[in-house]
Nanobody, 117 residues
Framework: QEQLVESGGGLVQPGGSLTLSCIAS????????MSWYRQVPGRERELVAT????????GYAESVEGRFFIFRENAKNILYLQLNNLKPEDTAMYYC??????????WGQGTQVTVSS
């Protein structure tokens, strides 16, 4: 059974940093493109960052480019998102996913990032 468990969120001050983790089970993330999304209540889910493979290309939303970095620890089957220079507008629930799970409607529980003084 495929599963994604996000963690690492929390309350941080503007300008601070966090590292989010996505622990995958039931499949090997190195074989799949992986992405981070975020969602604020009442708004559509937003694509934040994508990694095509462990050594593949990456892409970022314009709003986070240069501040957020997506990377993998293949031996542990974990996807990460490093969030730097956080802004209040980064406050959201953050999720990881991959296309085949998205097509089935699967989403993990997410991890909440709150940026506030």
């Amino acid at each position: 059974q495929e599963q994604l468990v996000e963690s690492g969120g929390g309350l941080v001050q503007p300008g601070g940093s966090l590292t989010l983790s996505c622990i995958a089970s039931g499949f090997t993330i190195s074989n799949y493109p992986m992405s981070w999304y975020r969602q604020v209540p009442g708004r559509e889910r937003e694509l934040v960052a994508t990694s095509t493979s462990t050594l593949g290309s990456t892409g970022y939303a314009e709003s986070v480019e240069g501040r957020f970095f997506i990377f993998r620890e293949n031996a542990k089957n974990i996807l990460y998102l490093q969030l730097n220079n956080l802004k209040p507008e980064d406050t959201a629930m953050y999720y990881c996913n991959t296309p085949f799970l998205q097509r089935s409607g699967y989403w993990g529980q997410g991890t909440q990032v709150t940026v506030s003084s």
